[in-house]
């Protein structure tokens, strides 16, 4: 019983409330397809109602409504409208309205990235590369541009150790001494035999995040090949202690 009249003062006042947001926004969207019937060339209109048929995730309705005006858009329509096209996975069409983005703003770093990622899904990582780069240059802290561009080089026909190493460490200067970047960069490092330079990498890599297994290999691989057995060794007992399984 107790539970029931919790259920009741807790749940039921916000599900009144959601209701209600619900019931005004349904009337607020009915509004604006009214008005838009009346005047179709009301510009401003029809981003309002595009912008009302995202935040109900009808995509559909965002392009049937956006995409015929698109020369015409201003550019929170164009991100909508973009948006909506990423949404059902046609990359080619929110590639070509993204590109109207740029061309008109130039300077938006959020456009390059997201016609980069766009790219990159429509199986072009080049293209990818070269936007997630002004990406970054326009908006050097945008962490996810950096992610992306790492993605890209850490995969496919496009793997670039030396290029994934530069990233890494153009990361740690911005970002600062995060352990999964540590942890991949100590891995590269060693992967790629840079063996000196590997093992400040990995020890800093393992006092970073002690838990993470591939930290203590790398190190200890390094360690053989520098040939220094009893630091393996000691690093190797370390790992198998923490990582009995």
Request: net charge positive; proline share 4%; with cysteine.
């Amino acid at each position: 019983t107790m539970t029931k009249i919790l259920f009741l003062i807790l749940v039921l006042p916000n599900f009144f409330v959601l209701s209600s947001y619900a019931k005004k926004s349904q009337v607020k969207l009915k509004t604006l397809e009214l008005k838009l019937k009346k005047n179709p060339l009301d510009i401003k209109t029809r981003q309002a109602l595009g912008q009302g048929y995202v935040s109900i995730e009808k995509w559909d309705k965002v392009i049937k409504t956006l995409a015929p005006y698109s020369a015409e858009l201003q550019y929170s329509g164009l991100m909508n409208l973009a948006n909506a096209y990423k949404a059902t996975k046609d990359y080619v069409n929110e590639i070509r309205v993204l590109e109207i983005v740029i061309a008109q703003n130039p300077n938006k770093y959020l456009a390059h990235f997201l016609i980069g990622r766009a790219h990159y899904k429509n199986k072009n990582p080049k293209q990818s590369v070269k936007f997630f780069r002004k990406s970054i240059e326009l908006h050097p802290k945008h962490k996810a541009s950096y992610l992306s561009l790492l993605k890209v080089f850490r995969e496919g026909a496009q793997k670039n150790n030396y290029e994934s190493r530069l990233i890494l460490n153009d990361m740690i200067k911005t970002f600062g001494q995060e352990p999964k970047f540590y942890t991949l960069r100590c891995h590269l490092y060693t992967e790629d035999g840079f063996l000196d330079d590997a093992e400040k990498i990995c020890i800093m890599a393992v006092r970073l995040d002690k838990d993470e297994p591939q930290n203590h290999i790398d190190l200890a691989r390094v360690q053989i090949d520098l040939n220094k057995p009893e630091k393996a060794k000691k690093t190797l007992i370390t790992a198998s202690l923490k990582f009995p399984k």
